[in-house]
Protein backbone atom coordinates (compact mmCIF):
# COMPACT_ATOMS: atom_id res chain seq x y z
CA UNK A 1 0.00 0.00 0.00
CA UNK A 2 1.24 3.57 -0.25
CA UNK A 3 0.93 6.60 1.79
CA UNK A 4 -2.09 7.70 -0.20
CA UNK A 5 -4.42 4.16 -0.08
CA UNK A 6 -3.78 4.44 3.80
CA UNK A 7 -4.00 8.22 4.84
CA UNK A 8 -6.54 9.18 2.07
CA UNK A 9 -6.86 12.86 2.22
CA UNK A 10 -6.12 13.11 6.15
CA UNK A 11 -2.82 12.74 7.88
CA UNK A 12 -3.03 12.68 11.62
CA UNK A 13 -0.13 14.84 13.34
CA UNK A 14 2.16 12.68 15.56
CA UNK A 15 5.59 14.45 15.99
CA UNK A 16 6.60 18.06 14.58
CA UNK A 17 10.09 19.56 14.36
CA UNK A 18 10.37 22.66 16.65
CA UNK A 19 10.07 25.93 14.36
CA UNK A 20 12.96 28.59 14.39
CA UNK A 21 12.02 31.81 16.03
CA UNK A 22 11.97 34.04 12.60
CA UNK A 23 10.60 31.09 10.22
CA UNK A 24 7.33 31.07 12.57
CA UNK A 25 6.21 34.39 11.68
CA UNK A 26 8.53 34.63 8.40
CA UNK A 27 5.43 33.63 6.53
CA UNK A 28 3.73 36.51 7.97
CA UNK A 29 6.15 38.93 6.57
CA UNK A 30 5.78 40.98 2.83
CA UNK A 31 7.75 43.57 1.37
CA UNK A 32 8.13 46.79 3.25
CA UNK A 33 7.96 45.61 6.64
CA UNK A 34 9.39 46.51 9.63
CA UNK A 35 12.34 44.05 10.73
CA UNK A 36 14.93 44.22 13.86
CA UNK A 37 18.17 42.69 13.55
CA UNK A 38 19.74 42.50 16.84
CA UNK A 39 23.27 43.60 15.93
CA UNK A 40 21.79 46.83 12.89
CA UNK A 41 18.66 47.26 14.65
CA UNK A 42 15.62 48.47 12.66
CA UNK A 43 15.05 48.18 8.95
CA UNK A 44 12.75 47.58 5.72
CA UNK A 45 12.01 43.99 4.85
CA UNK A 46 12.57 44.38 1.06
CA UNK A 47 12.57 40.11 0.78
CA UNK A 48 14.90 37.07 -0.34
CA UNK A 49 17.06 36.85 -2.82
CA UNK A 50 20.09 34.74 -4.05
CA UNK A 51 23.64 35.67 -4.75
CA UNK A 52 26.94 33.32 -5.60
CA UNK A 53 29.32 33.19 -2.84
CA UNK A 54 32.28 31.48 -3.86
CA UNK A 55 30.54 30.24 -7.20
CA UNK A 56 28.23 28.84 -4.96
CA UNK A 57 24.19 30.26 -4.44
CA UNK A 58 23.66 30.99 -1.48
CA UNK A 59 20.14 32.60 0.04
CA UNK A 60 19.91 36.11 2.02
CA UNK A 61 16.96 38.47 3.40
CA UNK A 62 17.34 42.10 2.16
CA UNK A 63 17.10 45.11 4.64
CA UNK A 64 17.30 48.11 3.75
CA UNK A 65 18.75 50.98 6.22
CA UNK A 66 18.41 54.54 6.57
CA UNK A 67 20.23 56.28 3.40
CA UNK A 68 19.14 53.28 1.30
CA UNK A 69 22.23 51.35 3.04
CA UNK A 70 21.76 47.53 2.38
CA UNK A 71 22.35 44.64 4.68
CA UNK A 72 22.37 40.90 3.56
CA UNK A 73 21.93 38.30 5.96
CA UNK A 74 22.56 34.72 5.04
CA UNK A 75 19.41 32.55 5.94
CA UNK A 76 21.51 30.64 8.10
CA UNK A 77 21.51 33.42 10.61
CA UNK A 78 17.69 34.65 10.82
CA UNK A 79 17.44 33.88 14.07
CA UNK A 80 19.18 37.38 14.79
CA UNK A 81 16.43 38.76 12.90
CA UNK A 82 12.66 38.93 14.36
CA UNK A 83 9.39 41.01 13.18
CA UNK A 84 8.89 44.83 14.64
CA UNK A 85 6.50 44.84 17.07
CA UNK A 86 4.43 48.29 16.61
CA UNK A 87 3.54 50.29 19.51
CA UNK A 88 1.49 52.60 18.31
CA UNK A 89 0.20 53.82 14.66
CA UNK A 90 3.51 55.74 14.20
CA UNK A 91 6.17 54.30 11.91
CA UNK A 92 9.65 53.52 13.50
CA UNK A 93 12.85 55.06 12.54
CA UNK A 94 15.10 53.39 10.51
CA UNK A 95 18.70 53.18 12.32
CA UNK A 96 21.79 53.56 10.38
CA UNK A 97 24.59 51.12 9.69
CA UNK A 98 27.44 51.95 11.10
CA UNK A 99 26.35 54.65 13.25
CA UNK A 100 26.05 54.39 17.19
CA UNK A 101 22.81 54.57 17.51
CA UNK A 102 21.73 50.98 17.50
CA UNK A 103 24.30 50.45 20.63
CA UNK A 104 22.87 53.39 22.67
CA UNK A 105 19.19 52.42 21.90
CA UNK A 106 20.20 48.88 23.27
CA UNK A 107 21.88 50.46 26.33
CA UNK A 108 19.22 52.68 26.92
CA UNK A 109 16.62 49.56 27.02
CA UNK A 110 19.16 47.26 29.60
CA UNK A 111 19.16 50.09 31.93
CA UNK A 112 15.36 50.58 31.62
CA UNK A 113 14.95 46.67 32.45
CA UNK A 114 17.40 46.83 35.02
CA UNK A 115 15.79 49.64 36.60
CA UNK A 116 12.19 47.91 35.86
CA UNK A 117 13.69 44.55 37.95
CA UNK A 118 15.28 46.48 40.75
CA UNK A 119 11.73 47.99 41.50
CA UNK A 120 10.17 44.84 41.06
CA UNK A 121 12.54 42.89 43.42
CA UNK A 122 12.01 45.34 45.69
CA UNK A 123 8.23 45.28 46.12
CA UNK A 124 8.25 41.14 46.22
CA UNK A 125 10.63 41.84 48.92
CA UNK A 126 8.56 44.60 50.72
CA UNK A 127 5.37 41.51 50.23
CA UNK A 128 6.99 38.92 52.12
CA UNK A 129 8.70 41.28 54.97
CA UNK A 130 4.99 42.94 54.99
CA UNK A 131 2.61 41.16 57.44
CA UNK A 132 -1.23 41.09 55.34
CA UNK A 133 -4.26 39.95 56.44
CA UNK A 134 -4.64 36.27 57.88
CA UNK A 135 -7.78 34.86 57.57
CA UNK A 136 -9.66 32.30 59.04
CA UNK A 137 -10.01 28.38 58.70
CA UNK A 138 -13.06 27.60 56.13
CA UNK A 139 -16.34 27.75 58.16
CA UNK A 140 -19.80 26.32 57.72
CA UNK A 141 -20.44 28.64 54.76
CA UNK A 142 -17.49 27.72 52.99
CA UNK A 143 -18.05 24.13 53.26
CA UNK A 144 -21.40 24.39 51.53
CA UNK A 145 -19.72 26.78 48.91
CA UNK A 146 -17.55 23.92 48.06
CA UNK A 147 -20.52 20.92 47.93
CA UNK A 148 -22.54 22.87 45.37
CA UNK A 149 -19.91 22.83 42.50
CA UNK A 150 -21.70 20.66 40.07
CA UNK A 151 -18.45 18.65 38.94
CA UNK A 152 -15.82 16.63 40.76
CA UNK A 153 -12.33 18.09 41.33
CA UNK A 154 -9.33 17.22 39.78
CA UNK A 155 -6.37 15.98 42.26
CA UNK A 156 -4.65 19.27 40.50
CA UNK A 157 -7.46 21.17 41.14
CA UNK A 158 -7.90 20.11 45.45
CA UNK A 159 -3.85 20.55 45.07
CA UNK A 160 -3.74 24.30 44.31
CA UNK A 161 -7.45 24.83 46.10
CA UNK A 162 -5.48 23.64 49.61
CA UNK A 163 -2.13 25.77 48.77
CA UNK A 164 -4.15 29.12 47.92
CA UNK A 165 -6.02 28.36 51.23
CA UNK A 166 -2.89 27.64 53.06
CA UNK A 167 -1.32 30.97 52.29
CA UNK A 168 -4.57 33.16 52.74
CA UNK A 169 -4.45 31.73 56.13
CA UNK A 170 -0.89 32.30 55.95
CA UNK A 171 0.44 36.32 57.85
CA UNK A 172 1.82 37.18 54.36
CA UNK A 173 0.27 38.58 51.52
CA UNK A 174 -0.03 35.82 48.92
CA UNK A 175 1.81 36.27 46.07
CA UNK A 176 0.79 32.95 43.71
CA UNK A 177 0.83 31.89 40.12
CA UNK A 178 -1.89 29.63 38.92
CA UNK A 179 -1.06 27.94 35.61
CA UNK A 180 -3.71 25.60 33.58
CA UNK A 181 -5.16 25.35 30.58
CA UNK A 182 -8.23 26.66 29.10
CA UNK A 183 -11.26 24.37 30.78
CA UNK A 184 -9.12 22.79 33.45
CA UNK A 185 -10.52 24.64 36.12
CA UNK A 186 -8.66 27.70 37.21
CA UNK A 187 -11.96 30.14 37.63
CA UNK A 188 -13.38 27.75 40.26
CA UNK A 189 -10.10 27.70 41.91
CA UNK A 190 -10.43 31.83 41.61
CA UNK A 191 -13.99 31.48 43.26
CA UNK A 192 -13.48 29.62 46.13
CA UNK A 193 -10.37 32.22 46.92
CA UNK A 194 -12.65 34.73 46.50
CA UNK A 195 -15.58 33.35 48.56
CA UNK A 196 -13.56 32.96 51.28
CA UNK A 197 -11.95 36.26 51.19
CA UNK A 198 -15.78 37.38 51.57
CA UNK A 199 -16.61 35.63 54.34
CA UNK A 200 -13.96 37.71 56.57
CA UNK A 201 -15.46 40.69 54.91
CA UNK A 202 -12.69 41.69 52.34
CA UNK A 203 -13.96 42.51 49.09
CA UNK A 204 -12.40 40.85 45.69
CA UNK A 205 -11.35 42.21 42.42
CA UNK A 206 -11.01 40.17 39.21
CA UNK A 207 -8.64 41.54 36.43
CA UNK A 208 -9.09 40.54 33.10
CA UNK A 209 -7.47 42.23 29.47
CA UNK A 210 -10.57 42.32 27.70
CA UNK A 211 -14.36 43.00 28.51
CA UNK A 212 -15.48 40.16 26.83
CA UNK A 213 -13.60 38.19 29.46
CA UNK A 214 -15.42 40.34 32.11
CA UNK A 215 -18.48 39.58 30.82
CA UNK A 216 -18.28 35.85 31.09
CA UNK A 217 -16.72 35.73 34.57
CA UNK A 218 -19.47 38.31 35.66
CA UNK A 219 -21.78 35.73 34.15
CA UNK A 220 -19.81 32.74 35.78
CA UNK A 221 -19.59 34.17 39.06
CA UNK A 222 -22.97 35.05 39.81
CA UNK A 223 -24.20 31.39 38.66
CA UNK A 224 -21.68 30.10 41.14
CA UNK A 225 -22.85 32.09 44.18
CA UNK A 226 -26.02 32.42 43.43
CA UNK A 227 -27.65 30.73 46.73
CA UNK A 228 -25.39 33.02 48.53
CA UNK A 229 -25.76 36.82 49.68
CA UNK A 230 -22.69 38.08 47.85
CA UNK A 231 -22.86 40.66 45.30
CA UNK A 232 -21.27 40.64 41.99
CA UNK A 233 -20.47 43.44 39.58
CA UNK A 234 -18.28 44.25 36.34
CA UNK A 235 -16.70 47.41 35.52
CA UNK A 236 -16.07 48.03 32.13
CA UNK A 237 -17.00 50.53 29.43
CA UNK A 238 -20.38 48.05 28.60
CA UNK A 239 -22.02 49.89 31.41
CA UNK A 240 -23.28 53.50 30.95
CA UNK A 241 -20.93 56.56 33.10
CA UNK A 242 -24.20 56.57 35.35
CA UNK A 243 -24.16 52.88 36.14
CA UNK A 244 -20.11 52.99 36.27
CA UNK A 245 -20.61 56.02 39.10
CA UNK A 246 -23.12 54.14 41.31
CA UNK A 247 -21.04 50.75 41.18
CA UNK A 248 -17.65 52.92 42.16
CA UNK A 249 -19.77 54.55 44.66
CA UNK A 250 -21.19 51.56 46.47
CA UNK A 251 -17.54 49.78 45.93
CA UNK A 252 -16.17 52.86 48.81
CA UNK A 253 -19.03 52.03 50.87
CA UNK A 254 -18.15 48.57 50.93
CA UNK A 255 -21.95 47.11 49.67
CA UNK A 256 -20.27 45.35 46.41
CA UNK A 257 -17.89 41.86 47.49
CA UNK A 258 -16.82 40.88 44.15
CA UNK A 259 -16.03 43.61 41.53
CA UNK A 260 -14.85 42.45 38.02
CA UNK A 261 -13.52 44.23 35.19
CA UNK A 262 -10.54 45.57 32.51
CA UNK A 263 -8.21 48.18 33.54
CA UNK A 264 -11.16 50.94 34.28
CA UNK A 265 -9.95 49.15 37.92
CA UNK A 266 -6.46 51.23 37.71
CA UNK A 267 -8.62 54.85 37.36
CA UNK A 268 -8.65 57.45 40.33
CA UNK A 269 -11.89 56.94 41.15
CA UNK A 270 -12.02 53.94 42.10
CA UNK A 271 -11.63 53.14 45.52
CA UNK A 272 -12.25 49.62 48.04
CA UNK A 273 -13.52 50.03 51.30
CA UNK A 274 -11.53 47.14 52.21
CA UNK A 275 -9.80 45.14 49.58
CA UNK A 276 -8.47 41.81 50.92
CA UNK A 277 -7.90 39.47 47.36
CA UNK A 278 -6.64 40.79 43.74
CA UNK A 279 -7.28 38.00 41.41
CA UNK A 280 -5.33 38.80 37.27
CA UNK A 281 -6.92 36.40 34.77
CA UNK A 282 -4.51 35.91 31.35
CA UNK A 283 -1.81 38.34 33.27
CA UNK A 284 0.32 38.20 29.70
CA UNK A 285 -2.22 40.60 28.37
CA UNK A 286 -1.26 43.26 30.53
CA UNK A 287 1.92 45.78 30.74
CA UNK A 288 3.82 45.39 33.65
CA UNK A 289 3.30 48.67 34.69
CA UNK A 290 -0.41 47.93 34.57
CA UNK A 291 -0.54 45.33 36.90
CA UNK A 292 2.49 46.31 39.59
CA UNK A 293 0.51 49.93 39.73
CA UNK A 294 -2.38 48.24 41.23
CA UNK A 295 -0.56 46.16 43.70
CA UNK A 296 1.14 49.31 44.74
CA UNK A 297 -2.17 51.00 45.53
CA UNK A 298 -2.18 48.20 48.41
CA UNK A 299 0.97 46.14 49.10
CA UNK A 300 -0.77 44.28 51.89
CA UNK A 301 -3.27 42.19 49.65
CA UNK A 302 -3.39 38.36 48.71
CA UNK A 303 -2.71 38.59 44.76
CA UNK A 304 -3.87 35.28 42.72
CA UNK A 305 -2.61 35.63 39.01
CA UNK A 306 -4.26 32.91 36.77
CA UNK A 307 -2.76 31.93 32.94
CA UNK A 308 -3.17 29.24 30.61
CA UNK A 309 0.44 31.04 28.97
CA UNK A 310 2.94 32.63 31.66
CA UNK A 311 4.98 35.39 30.05
CA UNK A 312 8.61 34.07 30.78
CA UNK A 313 8.89 37.22 33.32
CA UNK A 314 6.03 35.44 35.44
CA UNK A 315 7.38 31.91 35.25
CA UNK A 316 10.87 32.59 35.85
CA UNK A 317 9.90 34.97 39.22
CA UNK A 318 7.74 31.27 40.06
CA UNK A 319 10.37 29.33 39.27
CA UNK A 320 13.09 31.32 41.07
CA UNK A 321 10.62 30.95 44.14
CA UNK A 322 10.12 34.81 44.22
CA UNK A 323 6.62 33.68 43.62
CA UNK A 324 4.82 30.59 44.37
CA UNK A 325 3.47 28.68 41.79
CA UNK A 326 0.57 26.06 41.68
CA UNK A 327 0.08 24.43 38.28
CA UNK A 328 -3.44 22.22 37.28
CA UNK A 329 -2.10 19.41 34.39
CA UNK A 330 -4.73 16.86 34.71
CA UNK A 331 -8.46 17.47 32.51
CA UNK A 332 -11.66 17.49 33.96
CA UNK A 333 -13.24 13.60 34.23
CA UNK A 334 -14.78 12.32 30.58
CA UNK A 335 -12.85 14.88 28.43
CA UNK A 336 -11.79 13.67 25.15
CA UNK A 337 -8.23 13.97 23.85
CA UNK A 338 -7.81 16.34 20.87
CA UNK A 339 -7.87 14.93 17.78
CA UNK A 340 -5.47 16.96 15.49
CA UNK A 341 -5.28 16.63 11.35
CA UNK A 342 -3.43 18.28 8.42
CA UNK A 343 -4.71 18.28 5.17
CA UNK A 344 -4.55 20.19 2.06
CA UNK A 345 -7.11 22.71 1.81
CA UNK A 346 -10.88 21.06 0.97
CA UNK A 347 -13.76 23.12 1.02
CA UNK A 348 -15.67 19.85 1.07
CA UNK A 349 -14.24 18.66 4.08
CA UNK A 350 -13.91 21.92 6.12
CA UNK A 351 -18.08 21.75 4.98
CA UNK A 352 -18.14 18.17 6.15
CA UNK A 353 -16.33 19.20 9.98
CA UNK A 354 -18.32 21.98 10.33
CA UNK A 355 -21.91 19.85 9.86
CA UNK A 356 -20.93 17.10 12.28
CA UNK A 357 -19.96 19.46 14.67
CA UNK A 358 -23.90 21.64 14.46
CA UNK A 359 -25.49 18.30 14.66
CA UNK A 360 -24.22 18.06 17.83
CA UNK A 361 -25.62 21.82 18.57
CA UNK A 362 -21.56 22.56 18.94
CA UNK A 363 -19.90 25.98 17.52
CA UNK A 364 -16.84 26.08 15.38
CA UNK A 365 -14.05 28.43 15.13
CA UNK A 366 -12.06 28.53 11.84
CA UNK A 367 -8.73 30.80 12.64
CA UNK A 368 -7.75 32.81 9.71
CA UNK A 369 -5.04 35.48 10.25
CA UNK A 370 -5.79 37.47 6.94
CA UNK A 371 -7.60 40.10 7.38
CA UNK A 372 -7.61 41.29 3.85
CA UNK A 373 -9.64 38.15 2.69
CA UNK A 374 -11.58 36.96 5.69
CA UNK A 375 -14.74 37.76 4.73
CA UNK A 376 -14.39 35.17 1.38
CA UNK A 377 -13.54 32.61 3.84
CA UNK A 378 -16.97 33.42 5.61
CA UNK A 379 -18.92 33.53 2.79
CA UNK A 380 -17.39 30.00 1.43
CA UNK A 381 -18.71 28.47 4.49
CA UNK A 382 -22.24 29.94 4.23
CA UNK A 383 -22.33 28.94 0.93
CA UNK A 384 -21.21 25.07 1.56
CA UNK A 385 -23.24 24.88 4.66
CA UNK A 386 -25.85 27.05 4.18
CA UNK A 387 -27.76 26.74 8.03
CA UNK A 388 -24.38 28.06 9.28
CA UNK A 389 -24.77 31.59 11.62
CA UNK A 390 -21.56 33.04 10.49
CA UNK A 391 -19.50 35.92 12.61
CA UNK A 392 -16.67 37.58 11.72
CA UNK A 393 -14.05 38.80 13.56
CA UNK A 394 -10.65 40.81 13.39
CA UNK A 395 -8.54 43.18 15.37
CA UNK A 396 -9.07 46.35 12.54
CA UNK A 397 -13.09 46.25 13.46
CA UNK A 398 -13.71 48.84 16.16
CA UNK A 399 -13.01 47.46 19.47
CA UNK A 400 -17.11 48.17 20.50
CA UNK A 401 -18.34 45.83 17.61
CA UNK A 402 -15.33 43.24 18.42
CA UNK A 403 -16.65 42.50 21.52
CA UNK A 404 -20.66 42.91 20.61
CA UNK A 405 -19.88 39.71 18.42
CA UNK A 406 -17.91 37.48 20.57
CA UNK A 407 -20.56 38.43 23.44
CA UNK A 408 -23.38 37.09 20.55
CA UNK A 409 -21.10 34.61 19.89
CA UNK A 410 -20.82 33.10 23.17
CA UNK A 411 -24.69 33.85 23.64
CA UNK A 412 -25.02 31.02 20.72
CA UNK A 413 -26.74 33.47 18.31
CA UNK A 414 -23.48 32.30 16.05
CA UNK A 415 -22.43 28.89 15.41
CA UNK A 416 -19.49 29.64 13.56
CA UNK A 417 -16.85 32.14 14.13
CA UNK A 418 -14.73 33.41 11.07
CA UNK A 419 -11.39 34.90 13.06
CA UNK A 420 -7.98 35.97 13.01
CA UNK A 421 -6.15 35.06 16.21
CA UNK A 422 -7.16 37.53 18.28
CA UNK A 423 -9.39 35.29 20.15
CA UNK A 424 -6.50 33.99 22.09
CA UNK A 425 -7.77 35.38 25.11
CA UNK A 426 -8.61 32.63 27.16
CA UNK A 427 -12.08 32.45 27.05
CA UNK A 428 -13.66 29.10 28.05
CA UNK A 429 -16.59 28.27 25.43
CA UNK A 430 -17.57 24.63 26.44
CA UNK A 431 -19.58 24.40 23.22
CA UNK A 432 -16.70 25.37 20.67
CA UNK A 433 -15.35 21.48 20.17
CA UNK A 434 -13.87 21.97 16.25
CA UNK A 435 -11.35 24.68 15.31
Same mark, same amino acid.
Given at each position: ?80 ? /? ?25 ? $? ?25 ? &? ?19 ? /? ?56 ? &? ?22 ? /? $??? /? ?101 ? &? ?89
Amino acid at each position: FSEKDIFTEEKVIVSRLPAKPFLSHFRDLKGGDYVVHADYGIGLFIGLMKMEIERKNREFIEIIYKDEDKLFVPVEDLNLV /QKYSKVGSSAPLLNKLGSPSWERTKAR $TKKAIEKMAKELLHLYAQRKAMKGFSF &SLGGDWQSEFERTFEYEETED /QLRAIKEIMSDMEAEFPMDRLLCGDVGYGKTEVAMRASFKAVMDGKQVAVLCPTTVLA &SQHLTTFRNRVVLFPLRVESLTRL /Q $TKG /QQTRIVEDLKKGLIDIVIGTHRLFSKDVQFRDLGLLIIDEEQRFGVSQKEKIKKMKTDIDVLTLSATPIPRTLNLSLTSIRDMSLIETPPRDRLAIHTVVTPF &SPRLIASAVKTELARRGQVYYIHNRVEDIDKIARMIEKFVPQTRVAVVHGKMPSAALEKKMIDFINQKFNVLVSTTIIENGIDIPLVNTL
